[in-house]
């Protein structure tokens, strides 16, 4: 696999501090042998994050940049905790929440953002994980999305 710094260089992508944690938990935990839970990240980057549901306030593709900006909120995390994204192995596993109005079913279409970024970064084989996307009435502070991964890293 290419460099995954130089494809975020090729794309232009700053990656954000690791955002604050909103409680009492662990951002990224070790399990198993070589797995790692990351917490669940929202849009915030920076002060500046995506409020509103989808159906309602926000577009397909305005909830797409804010399940973008909670993949880059995971990569952030991973990276303090493990140093170097190039030691992801593969992401084993996406579980995404989507602020939704009652009659949005969408979810799925919205959760690509995410996604597509992690494909883009790491290719097929590593950034293209299983995947759930629910549509949940509401999340902390009204935020757009959350979305959590779990992934394997190198021994």
């Not at 929202?42 to 309602?56: A, Q, Y």
């Not at 690509?112 to 995947?131: D, H, K, M, Q, T």
């Not at 549509?135 to 021994?155: D, H, K, M, R, W």
């Amino acid at each position: 696999m290419a460099n995954v710094y130089d494809k975020i260089k090729e794309k232009g992508i700053t990656l954000p501090a690791p955002p604050p944690k909103g409680g009492v938990y662990t951002p990224v935990r070790e399990f198993g042998t070589n797995l790692l839970y990351c917490s669940g990240c929202g849009p915030d980057l920076g002060g500046s994050t995506v409020i509103g549901k989808l159906g309602r306030d926000l577009t397909v593709e305005e909830g797409q940049k804010a399940a973008y900006n909670c993949a880059l909120n995971l990569l952030a995390n991973i990276e303090a905790k493990i140093g170097d994204l190039n030691k992801i192995k593969r992401f084993v596993k996406v579980l995404a929440f989507v602020n939704s109005a009652d009659d949005f079913v969408q979810q799925p279409q919205v959760v690509n953002g995410a996604s597509s970024l992690l494909v883009e970064l790491f290719g097929e084989e590593i950034g293209c994980p299983a995947r759930s996307a629910i549509g949940t009435n509401a999340l902390p502070g009204g935020i757009a999305c959350e979305i959590e991964v779990l992934l394997e890293v190198e021994a």
